[in-house]
């Protein structure tokens, strides 16, 4: 059964055009995360939610906003993609913060053309 | 001082083999090593993880050796099968970072029938 759920697989999109990846869990964890993963490289942290709490990571471009309407769903926008953002973009759930297991999602492959 | 050091960059066993995967770090404050596995196209997956407390865990073919007074720890896998064959991550996080993870730069294991 699908714990964290990432929508679309696959998003194309044209350089500077807004986009939406989505993500969703079943697992009513308090904590979601955004990580941008780029060929053959670690996940990189963007952003996480403690419940409605938002903490920026430091480096986080300003163009990568998220939001999260309930305990269930997390989005990530990206304002205005450059070819730089193409990369795998993965979503990840614990229950707590402290050396508590990340169950991580498939992720989504963004393209930008 | 927030970096986890992680070699080999890729690495090829036969089948029944026995790969060792090592990190290092600097940030003595890290008290959480969780290592991830990751097969292509899917989100990364806990596999084991130890608190410096312990020096080594096993859990079936998987061990983390810990050396704490070297700041280094290690993934064995003893039996390595074909369907062993992933990207394999270090991390590490500390209380005062809460969730944040630490990756290392990932290892590419290729297992060989």
């Known amino acids: 059964d699908a714990m964290v759920i990432q929508n679309p697989r696959y998003q194309v999109t044209q350089f500077g055009k807004p986009v939406t990846l989505s993500c969703s869990q079943t697992?009513?964890?308090?904590?979601m995360y955004w990580y941008q993963q780029k060929s053959s490289q670690a996940p990189k942290l963007l952003f996480h939610?403690?419940?409605?709490?938002?903490?920026n990571e430091a480096d986080t471009p300003d163009n990568f906003q998220s939001r999260r309407p309930n305990t269930s769903f997390c989005f990530l926008d990206i304002r205005s993609p450059g070819l730089g953002d193409a990369a795998m973009y993965l979503c990840?759930?614990?229950?707590?913060?402290?050396?508590?297991?990340?169950?991580f999602g498939p992720g989504t492959r963004l393209t930008v053309l | 001082q927030q970096q986890v050091k992680q070699s080999p960059q890729s690495l090829i066993v036969q089948k029944g083999g026995i790969p060792i995967i090592n990190c290092a770090y600097e940030?003595?404050?890290?008290?959480?090593f969780p290592w991830y596995q990751q097969f292509p196209g899917k989100g990364p997956a806990l596999l084991i993880a130890?608190?410096?407390?312990?020096s080594e865990k096993k859990e079936g073919r998987f061990t983390i050796s810990f050396n704490k007074s070297a700041k280094q720890f290690s993934l064995h896998i003893m039996d390595s099968q074909p369907g062993d064959s992933a990207t394999y991550f270090c991390?590490?996080?500390?209380?005062?970072?809460?969730?944040?993870?630490?990756f290392g730069e990932g290892t590419q294991l290729t297992v060989n029938p």
């Open positions: 990840a759930t614990s229950r707590d913060i402290q050396f508590d297991t990340q169950y």
């Open positions: 697992l009513n964890h308090n904590v």
């Open positions: 939610y403690y419940d409605k709490d938002f903490n």
């Open positions: 940030n003595t404050a890290f008290d959480y």
């Open positions: 130890i608190r410096p407390d312990v």
């Open positions: 991390a590490a996080s500390s209380a005062a970072s809460g969730s944040r993870l630490t």
